[in-house]
């Protein structure tokens, strides 16, 4: 029978209760026990697949093809697993799927209630995605006092009582304000928020405190006791030089003795020697190197989180610090790719949807191009190198993806309407096609051509596996043109092209799928990897 640990937030949202789940999951799985994750999001969309990454912060796709909420991808940076679907349920999936009972008649009789049946729902779902483990550690978002989470938080209230659960622990996470005026940290908020928890039934019994200051002794004691918690149960989260020393932060305070004690997990022990020496490396580092990171959604950095993180664990491993130079497409459409990308080491053309900035792109494809300096095309940064080459050595005017220019007189990049999805099923896809969950997700297997910069990316593994998100693809109509020209198709899966490559650049990828989805500190991705080992010119 699994364990639970429910983690939930206090005061305000942003105090990193993902990167708190997620740490105290490494430290568990550390000490050797089997540990799942799952992110429950109160909002009522099915899935994030259709939000704005301005809005959200980036799409996690999981191996087996869910769009997810970002935190999915902080558990499986720091706990180096995949997760799958079931790692993230929605109030929207949980409706849905009580509604669609109820259709079928799977509650005749019954008025349909939040409580039982939603609630119910969600119990359930959270021992779905519980089962097999020794200990799911789950993450609710939004903030306690919030409307939409009532029904998630007495389901949680609930399971403390149910028989199929081992045992319940309960993490509030909240934020301590220091204020200036005063010079004092306030621990008021913090009382008011468990307040509200007890007010619904929940006791937590850990206070993680988020702070900008040490917590002093007498402070944490007096929080322990307001709180009712045990003295060794408040835990100070300072903000982090990098998120990936949080575990060891909270090892350092104990963190695991009171969890242990209260679920029965015996003497813990955990094995934090390599994280540590990686942590040290993000920290300080030997080397340095600027990478040119071309996008779109610049205001809120979030909506590229798993390809930040994926250059921070290659510079982990390179001991290097993999500076960032955030250039704005838009912006290289007014003043030239040269302007902004000059200082760089190497370019990289992140994913992206719609119409704004695809000029830019194209220009800093082509500065990287002729300029023999690295680059690395992902997703929408690969389809765009194929326009970029058609336009300028092919000498196609005109050519763009049907994406943004529907009657393109020469469509590199176009919408197949037929393909074999991954489990194998025929899909059919039309312009007309609804926008959630259709485009192409989750992994696919992908052959490498011998002798390419791909292939040795991967330590010449013939077929690799990356995951995918996207609704249009690279056109095998336009493939020996391409060739002959010197632009080769270096990766293929069922007859699709998942990566191209240049003859006579030192160091020039692109690939369809995103590789940014697969990298974890302990274990980076090759492809990133390899193009940071190319910036640094260490090939
Ligand atoms: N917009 C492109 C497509 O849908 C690329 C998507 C992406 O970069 N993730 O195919």
Request: aromatic fraction near 8%; glycine fraction near 10%; charged fraction near 25%.
């Amino acid at each position: 029978m699994t364990k639970y640990i429910f983690v939930t937030g206090g005061v305000l949202s942003s105090l990193g209760k993902g990167v708190t789940a997620a740490s105290v999951g490494t430290l568990l799985k550390h000490s050797g026990k089997n540990v799942g994750m799952l992110k429950i999001d109160p909002y009522i969309n099915v899935d994030p697949g259709t939000m704005s990454p301005l809005e959200h912060g980036e799409v996690f796709v999981t191996k087996d093809g869910a769009e997810t909420d970002l935190d999915i991808g902080n558990y499986e940076r720091f706990l180096d697993t995949s997760f799958l679907k079931s790692s993230n349920f929605t109030t929207g999936q949980v409706y849905s799927s009580v509604i669609e009972r109820e259709r079928a008649g799977g509650y005749l009789g019954q008025t349909i209630q939040v409580v039982p049946h939603i609630v119910g729902e969600i119990v359930n779902r959270i021992k779905e995605a519980g089962s097999g483990h020794d200990i799911l550690v789950v993450e609710l978002g939004g903030t306690v006092g919030d409307i939409e989470g009532l029904p998630f938080m007495e389901a949680i209230r609930q399971m403390k009582h149910d028989e199929e659960v081992a045992g319940t622990f309960f993490i509030h996470v909240t934020l301590i304000p220091f204020i200036k005026a005063a010079g004092e940290l306030k621990s008021k908020p913090t009382q008011h928020s468990v307040q509200e928890l007890r007010r619904i039934g929940i006791t937590p019994q850990m206070i993680i405190a988020r702070s900008e200051y040490p917590l002093p002794k007498t402070f944490k004691k007096k929080l322990a006791m307001s709180c009712d918690v045990s003295g060794d149960s408040v835990i100070e989260a300072l903000d982090a030089s990098t998120i990936y020393d949080v575990p060891v932060t909270f090892l350092r305070q104990n963190i695991l003795k009171p969890i242990s004690k209260e679920l029965g997990l015996g003497e813990l022990n955990p094995d934090m020697e390599e994280w540590d020496s990686l942590v040290k490396k993000i920290v300080q580092p030997k080397n340095k190197v600027v990478v040119g990171f071309v996008g779109k959604y610049l205001e809120l950095k979030e909506a590229y989180k798993s390809l930040t993180e994926s250059l921070i664990h290659c510079g982990a491993h390179l001991d290097t610090r993999v500076e960032i130079n955030w250039v704005d497409s838009e912006e290289v459409e007014e003043r030239g790719a040269e302007v902004l990308l000059g200082d760089c080491d190497s370019v990289l053309v992140a994913g992206g949807f719609g119409n704004r900035g695809v000029e830019g792109k194209i220009l800093a494809i082509q500065y990287a191009r002729e300029n023999k300096i690295p680059y690395l095309g992902i997703c929408l940064g690969m389809q765009l190198m194929l326009v970029e080459y058609a336009r300028n050595v092919l000498g196609l005017e005109g050519a763009n993806s049907i994406e943004f220019d529907e009657n393109t007189p020469h469509p590199m990049v176009y919408l197949i309407d037929n393909f074999l999805d991954q489990a194998g099923d025929r899909q059919l896809r039309t312009h007309q096609s609804p926008m959630g969950g259709t485009l192409r997700l989750g992994e696919y297997p992908c052959n490498t051509k011998e002798g390419s910069i791909l292939r040795e990316a991967y330590n010449g593994e013939k077929t690799i596996h990356e995951r995918h998100r996207h609704r249009y693809e690279a056109n095998p109509a336009y493939r020996e043109q391409l060739e002959k020209a010197g632009m080769v198709v270096t990766g293929e899966s069922n007859g699709l092209i998942e990566a191209v490559e240049i003859e006579d650049h030192p160091w020039f990828l692109g690939v369809q799928f995103h590789p940014e989805f697969t990298s974890r500190l302990q274990t980076p991705n090759p492809s990133i990897l390899a193009f940071v080992k190319a910036s640094l010119s260490i090939l």
